[in-house]
């Protein structure tokens, strides 16, 4: 067993962050906005095809079976997307407000997805390695959402911000629990060096990812975002005592205040 754990990185590590999110969420995040970390963990891991562009030149995981792709690629998918989503709500969960409809929401998936999933394609066709395609492809997409609804500015901040030091936080324990992982990444290439121990394309993806995938998700679930804090909290459980622990401390008047 210790063997089959230490063998398949990738697939250990996957089902690791997925449970840690889901548990994190279950316990912080009030039912909307956990039900939108699973929906959106959901829409992403359709897109686990779209891995194979990045088999052999960005990197060449062990799967169960050794195959191309994998069980790993789909939890792999629905997990960043899920992590993602969790660090938004966490944030901005108070200000948050769904109006999701089934028309507009296929409307903005078929439009939105598939722009994403055209320019992925066009940019592997004319010869642009996976990693460098999707980076660019979830810079453009998501620059030109920001663009398109620029109400969802918040979204867009919050996970450019917090992402990255999520998912960098999780790779650098991942690289802890399984040593060898990284050499499943290809160090000649240029996305595979190695920055603090992690290769630079795990650092551009999670930068350009917390960009895109919040504002893929604000847009198709028709999010807006309340100009003023709500008394609600976006938290509950665990999450809604630590509230209360901090709550004394913010209305607690400066110096300058009560001077």
Request: proline share 4%; hydrophobic share 55%; aromatic share 16%.
């Given at each position: 067993m210790?063997?089959?754990?230490q063998?398949?990185?990738?697939l250990?590590?996957?089902?690791?962050?997925?449970?840690v999110f889901?548990?994190?969420?279950?316990?912080?995040?009030?039912?909307?906005?956990?039900?939108?970390?699973?929906?959106?963990?959901?829409?992403?891991?359709?897109?686990?095809?779209?891995?194979?562009?990045?088999?052999?030149v960005?990197w060449?995981?062990?799967?169960?079976?050794?195959?191309?792709?994998?069980?790993?690629?789909?939890?792999?998918?629905?997990?960043?997307?899920?992590?993602?989503?969790f660090?938004?709500a966490?944030?901005?969960?108070?200000?948050?407000?769904?109006?999701?409809?089934?028309e507009?929401?296929?409307?903005?998936?078929?439009?939105l997805?598939?722009?994403?999933?055209?320019?992925?394609?066009?940019?592997?066709q004319?010869?642009?390695?996976?990693m460098?395609?999707l980076?660019?492809?979830?810079?453009?997409v998501?620059?030109t959402?920001?663009?398109?609804?620029?109400?969802?500015?918040?979204?867009?901040?919050?996970g450019?911000?917090?992402?990255?030091?999520?998912?960098?936080?999780?790779?650098?324990?991942?690289?802890?629990?399984?040593?060898?992982?990284v050499?499943?990444?290809?160090?000649a290439?240029?996305?595979?060096?190695?920055?603090?121990?992690?290769?630079?394309?795990?650092?551009?993806?999670?930068?350009?990812?917390?960009?895109?995938?919040?504002l893929?998700?604000?847009?198709?679930?028709?999010?807006?975002?309340?100009?003023?804090?709500?008394?609600?909290?976006?938290?509950?459980?665990?999450?809604?005592?630590?509230?209360?622990?901090?709550?004394?401390?913010?209305?607690?008047?400066s110096?300058?205040?009560?001077?």
């Amino acid at each position: 067993m210790k063997g089959f754990f230490q063998n398949y990185p990738y697939l250990w590590a996957s089902l690791l962050s997925l449970f840690v999110f889901v548990t994190l969420s279950v316990l912080l995040l009030r039912k909307d906005h956990r039900n939108t970390v699973i929906f959106s963990g959901l829409v992403n891991s359709t897109a686990f095809v779209f891995l194979i562009h990045l088999e052999g030149v960005y990197w060449s995981p062990v799967r169960l079976g050794h195959r191309l792709l994998g069980m790993e690629d789909v939890i792999c998918s629905f997990m960043v997307a899920a992590m993602a989503w969790f660090a938004v709500a966490l944030v901005l969960g108070n200000r948050i407000t769904y109006t999701f409809r089934v028309e507009v929401w296929i409307k903005r998936f078929i439009s939105l997805a598939g722009a994403s999933v055209a320019l992925f394609l066009l940019l592997c066709q004319i010869g642009w390695s996976g990693m460098t395609a999707l980076v660019v492809t979830c810079l453009s997409v998501g620059s030109t959402t920001l663009w398109w609804r620029r109400d969802l500015w918040p979204l867009a901040l919050a996970g450019t911000l917090i992402f990255p030091l999520l998912y960098l936080l999780v790779v650098k324990i991942d690289f802890w629990i399984w040593p060898r992982f990284v050499e499943q990444w290809n160090a000649a290439g240029p996305w595979g060096r190695g920055y603090w121990g992690i290769p630079l394309g795990e650092i551009a993806w999670s930068v350009v990812f917390g960009l895109y995938w919040p504002l893929f998700t604000g847009h198709i679930f028709d999010i807006s975002l309340k100009r003023h804090l709500s008394q609600s909290a976006p938290v509950v459980g665990i999450g809604r005592h630590i509230r209360s622990a901090l709550t004394p401390l913010a209305r607690r008047p400066s110096r300058s205040s009560s001077a």
